[in-house]
């Protein structure tokens, strides 16, 4: 078989997969968010906390309620670090050093997990199990949260009620994440994942000395790094991993369960705004960007010439043979269209063109499909600066689910899209205006693509494209373990996830209290095909106009110099 049609066979299976599950995990999620009855385990985990799962939170309240517990767990995260060398179970490591402890629980609790450490030989079981895991479960819960209360927004009317955070927090942990993890978790075991509590151990005689392993709890960390789209690897080498990630199977289950949720909330979105097919027109937005990113990702790493690349079947430096160029290129596209971050492949090693393309699906602000909660309500973001540009065009007021788009809405949408690109170009701007940043870059041809300086740029941009999207991927040319880069990145991420959750969470309070307009022959219909491609054509044209400039400097530029 070929590697074309393999990778194309392995990206059928994949689609028949999500679409099997779609309807019911989507329509479960509905029921989840939307019964006022609680589990047994649930009320314990209120009393524990004094929280009333019951009363009812207008938008400050709902906000105060995520930053609160964030904060907490970046605290809780840190000190764990600090102190990590006198906690048993620490393997012998030493407690993290500041920069890199702030970088790291900032990193997690953001939904990041972007790492500047090598984990199996920096983080005992104890953080590892403690620590990361927990965060994955909590910082994917509070995502879904949040995009939970602006559906809640466009569904409600004359009322700024958006539900209960500790509500949504734990009915997301205990009756979504916990249940498919624990699934997962043994599919991935049976695939040949490692699940123990190991020491260091030796694992065989290799040239130049032994080479060094120790176990831990992989299986059950994996499930949840692609299920909440986290994406931090227990191993450095993340999904690359064969500890991790060992076989062709097992790599498709991880990118299947990286999409699984975000494409199913669109379902729960249209069960709870009362439209179904309202939810399909946001799914056929994802689908066909992701469709798209996926097919140009193959074109681009399969193209190849030369005797070399024909005889590797393609540009094969910096992607594992167990999975080939079609399974790598799957697994990219998926990362960074999503906020996982997770990378069985280098993504620096891809062809020029290749790394713009997981460059471009984070920029994209990671919403086809996205990251759990934060992919549904990125696309809803952009649905509604969609139907403003309708409504100009046609010089009718814009309305979107019955709520009017006015002043007041397009400002916070307007913020909200301009918040990460800021983000990103000015930490770009500012390590590469600085002497020391670009030290960082380790890639000795960094400086030489196209006599430009190209692949180095590049490294820089990706880092922070990656830290203020949430994504936690990384060029891996680039040492970002230096106290300039673990504290910007680590304030990217921290700005990056909870500034735009305060303008999702604002507009949601907003419709919420608005009185719903009945739909006449002058209504934008929002559900229809032609909606589907303004959205698309929006959301290209948003993110040309932000990141070409950037682009083009980077990896368009070492592109077409290649």
Not at 128 to 142: M, R
Request: charged share 10%.
């Amino acid at each position: 078989m070929s590697p074309v049609l393999a990778g194309a066979l392995q990206l059928l299976a994949l689609m028949a997969a999500l679409a099997l599950v779609y309807r019911p995990l989507g329509d479960y999620m509905a029921r989840v968010y939307s019964s006022d009855k609680h589990l047994r385990v649930e009320k314990w985990i209120y009393k524990a906390v004094g929280a009333n799962p019951n009363t009812q939170m207008r938008w400050p309240a709902y906000l105060r309620g995520v930053l609160a517990f964030s904060a907490v767990g970046v605290l809780f995260l840190y000190l764990l670090q600090r102190v990590q060398g006198s906690l048993p179970g620490s393997l012998g490591f030493q407690s993290i050093d500041p920069d890199q402890a702030f970088n790291t629980a900032a990193s997690f609790v953001a939904n990041t997990n972007w790492q500047s450490y090598y984990g199996e030989q920096a983080m005992g079981h104890v953080v590892q199990t403690g620590g990361l895991a927990v965060q994955n479960f909590v910082s994917a819960a509070v995502g879904i949260a949040v995009a939970v209360a602006l559906v809640r927004g466009f569904a409600r009317s004359r009322t700024g009620e958006l539900g209960n955070f500790w509500s949504d927090l734990v009915r997301g942990v205990v009756r979504i994440l916990l249940p498919i993890s624990l699934i997962a978790a043994v599919l991935l075991v049976a695939c040949g994942a490692i699940q123990n509590f190991a020491g260091i151990h030796e694992v065989g005689q290799f040239t130049g000395g032994t080479q060094e392993w120790n176990g831990g709890a992989v299986a059950s960390q994996e499930a949840i790094k692609e299920l909440g789209t986290n994406g931090g690897g227990y191993f450095n080498a993340n999904s690359a991993h064969p500890f991790e990630n060992p076989n062709p199977l097992s790599n498709l289950l991880e990118i299947f369960l990286i999409l699984v949720i975000p494409f199913a909330l669109t379902r729960t979105f249209g069960r709870m705004v009362g439209s179904v097919k309202q939810g399909y027109a946001i799914l056929g937005t994802m689908v066909f960007i992701w469709v798209g990113f996926t097919a140009l990702m193959m074109w681009t790493e399969f193209a190849h010439s030369g005797p070399a690349f024909d005889i590797a079947g393609g540009a094969m430096e910096g992607k594992e043979t167990r999975f080939g160029i079609g399974g790598s290129s799957l697994f990219a596209v998926a990362t960074t269209l999503t906020s996982t971050g997770a990378v069985n492949s280098f993504h620096s090693s891809y062809t020029g063109f290749g790394g713009g393309i997981t460059m471009l699906g984070m920029q994209l602000g990671e919403i086809a499909p996205g990251g759990v909660g934060s992919g549904l309500y990125g696309m809803l973001i952009m649905a509604i600066i969609a139907v403003f540009i309708a409504g100009l065009m046609v010089g009718r007021t814009p309305e979107y689910l019955g709520k009017k788009i006015g002043t007041r809405e397009i400002k916070l949408a307007a913020c909200y899209i301009l918040i990460t690109p800021a983000l990103v170009l000015s930490f770009t701007g500012l390590a590469l205006a600085l002497s020391t940043p670009p030290d960082s870059i380790t890639n000795t041809a960094a400086n030489a693509v196209g006599g430009s300086g190209a692949h180095g740029f590049s490294e820089i941009l990706y880092a922070y494209t990656s830290g203020a999207n949430n994504n936690g991927s990384a060029f891996a040319g680039l040492n970002a373990d230096t106290q300039w880069f673990n504290t910007t990145i680590g304030l990217a991420m921290l700005l990056g996830r909870f500034l735009p959750m305060v303008f999702v969470l604002a507009l949601a309070g907003s419709l919420a209290e608005q009185k719903p307009i009945p739909a006449t022959s002058g209504t934008l219909r929002t559900e229809k095909p032609l909606f589907t491609g303004l959205l698309v054509g929006t959301i290209l044209i948003i993110t040309g106009l932000t990141y070409f400039p950037a682009l083009a400097l980077g990896p368009l530029a070492e592109g077409l110099a290649s």
